[in-house]
């Protein structure tokens, strides 16, 4: 059975701040997913990862993939408030359609 | 742009209803999902659609059934609510194979 953990599952940090949130799971998988949601919102997805060592940038955010691992993290560069969401990682159940969530880190960005 | 759609932003039913969750998507996608989103335990799909008429459980299919008649809408049926189903519940779709699920605002249902 697929287990995605998240880790950490709540994190509270400084504007112009760097940190990571990592993502760990048990069975190898094709593809991994990263996604943002804002409160009493919908998910949004940020990155999809498709092989090992892809890395992929976006703003402040950057998403790598290491398949021997069976990890991914979220790197946050500079923190700034906008990026204060909940962020969920998710991952194929081995080339299904289906996919595992992760629990989501709550990131709040302090000014 | 993607547009999944669902009936209703909030919604309050009373234990032993039937309830029916509605979601229709605009992209012509194969591949449609249900999940409830529940604090501290993540996203939990309770059944997945990749074509008309078919359909697959996903980890938490008890006390749901679904039906796809048209391939841009899914529902999502709860034979008899109880106030175990009181939730945040979600609608995706995506294509085959594997590609990025887009997500719909949510339903949040209160079973009193």
């Known amino acids: 059975e697929l287990k995605v953990e998240q880790n950490p599952l709540f994190l509270s940090m400084q504007e112009g701040k760097n940190y990571t949130i990592y993502c760990n799971y048990s069975?190898?998988?094709?593809?991994l997913y990263w996604y943002r949601q804002d409160p009493g919102k919908s998910l949004e997805s940020l990155f999809v990862l498709l092989s090992n060592g892809a890395v992929k940038q976006e703003g402040r955010l950057m998403a790598s993939l290491d398949t021997k691992a069976r990890l991914s993290t979220l790197h946050i560069t500079a923190a700034v408030h906008d990026l204060s969401a909940t962020y969920f990682c998710a991952v194929d159940q081995g080339g299904s359609e289906k996919l595992v969530f992760g629990k989501g880190t709550k990131l709040t960005v302090n000014p | 742009d993607v547009k999944v759609t669902q009936s209703s932003r909030y919604l309050v039913k009373r234990t032993g209803e039937k309830v029916f969750l509605e979601c229709v998507q605009d992209m012509d996608h194969e591949n449609m999902f249900w999940y409830r989103q529940d604090p501290g335990l993540g996203l939990r799909l309770i059944y997945f659609s990749y074509d008309v008429k078919m359909k697959e459980k996903g980890d938490i299919p008890e006390g749901y059934s679904v039906s796809r008649e048209k391939k841009e809408r899914f529902s999502l049926i709860l034979e008899s609510a109880s106030t175990n189903q009181t939730s945040m519940y979600l609608c995706?779709?995506?294509?085959?194979?594997?590609?990025?699920?887009?997500f719909g605002p949510g339903t949040r249902l209160t079973v009193t």
């Open positions: 069975t190898t998988s094709d593809r």
């Open positions: 995706a779709s995506s294509l085959p194979p594997g590609w990025v699920q887009y």
